[in-house]
């Protein structure tokens, strides 16, 4: 019997876990097509349709080549543009989270220093992918110490 509730246990704790590795959201990288409820500088997901509340939701796992790391709040939509120009298959974000005191935003990224501010472009979910992306920034001599980081675009509750 004490084998049977361990089998049990395990098989509900298994389902948990694809259950919870269901629920994060696929990022949508083409920056032609807008996502509902994003802002142009974020790099949007698909959210949570079930009404159930929670504090955050992360997207699936992505790799980004950081452009550029600043002092926080100090990318501008000009110049995140002109970054998305140069990739224009590929979404070039920012992080603005708890920038602006009369704007909402509750977008921000798992992997990061929040102490900083930052210009990435998505460069896919694959480490071989964003060592492309990574080549390609590099050949347009623009970002000098661009990186790879591997990380989540997260939606905070408020």
């Excluded at 084998?3 to 876990?17: S, V």
């Excluded at 590795?21 to 032609?32: E, I, L, N, R, Y």
């Excluded at 994003?38 to 790799?63: I, M, N, Q, V, W």
Aim: charged share 25%.
């Amino acid at each position: 019997m004490k084998t049977f509730r361990t089998m049990i246990a395990f098989a509900f704790l298994l389902m948990a876990a694809a259950a919870f590795a269901d629920s994060q959201g696929k990022v949508q990288p083409d920056p032609q097509k807008a996502c509902r409820g994003f802002k142009p500088h974020e790099l949007c997901f698909e959210r949570p349709r079930d009404g159930l509340a929670r504090t955050e939701y992360l997207s699936e796992p992505f790799y980004a080549v950081i452009l550029k790391t600043t002092e926080p709040c100090t990318v501008t939509e000009e110049e995140r543009l002109q970054a998305q120009a140069l990739f224009p298959r590929s979404k070039v974000f920012s992080m603005r989270f708890q920038c602006d005191d009369n704007i909402e935003e509750n977008i921000t990224y798992t992997n990061v220093d929040t102490k900083f501010g930052f210009l990435a472009v998505h460069a896919g979910t694959t480490l071989e992918e964003a060592k492309k992306r990574l080549a390609e920034v590099n050949a347009t001599g623009r970002f000098p110490g661009a990186n790879i980081r591997k990380m989540q675009a997260k939606l905070v509750y408020n």
